[in-house]
């Protein structure tokens, strides 16, 4: 999981959110009739996952996993729990069928004050909370906002840790095959990978080897000093 940053929406879309949601706070709707709202607006849920798309890492990947394709838009607090918020736009996620439908669900925790317990990567930085083995894959959490989020999501499910840690090794050869182009001169072939590292799916890897180069020992958990070096490069940090 990394952060996404959320863009501004066309005015004609933000007036017809809300337009929706004042319709909803009128009727005082409960999740029933939100539901149902949400599921009849076809046209504006369809210009929604437009601008939710932009806003992924990778080719419209899941915001939770970062590996699945973004099929569903997800309500964050969920519409049991928040029905009138079924057309706030800070509330709308895209994410896979499996994150969406099989493990989150209706799941919201909170704490003790009522806050909420899982990381929105749209509102604040996940590495505040989560920290990826790279090697192995596996997320650790570091507070427990963390720990909540990699058990609702399912983060170290085996799918997913496999793919991250064979992402991780890609990624690697991937970076030090394009060093050795931008040394020879072959710029083309070099920016063809530069694209291809940010169109893969599990983005979160090469988002937390960029993170962790400044670290002590970053050469040994990066597999070597060219590798720290390749990833200097200002053509390969796509995130802020």
Known sequence: M???HRPTLPPDLTDRLRERTDKLCADQADCPAARAAWKSARTTRARLEQHLTTMTAGIKRCMYCGDGLGTDIDHFEPLAQAPLRAFDWPNHLLACSHCNSHQKRELFPRD???GPLLVDPCAEDPYEHLELALSTGVYEALTPRGDATIG???LNRADLTRGRASAFVRTVCMLRDRARLLRS??????DEIATSLLDQPFADV???MLRYRHLPGAAQVLRGPEVVAALADPALHFWP
């Open 185 to 190: 001169g072959d710029t083309e072939e070099a």
């Open 2 to 4: 990394i952060r996404i």
């Open 206 to 208: 090469l988002h937390a």
């Open 112 to 114: 003790e004050n009522g």
């Open 152 to 154: 609702v999501f399912g």
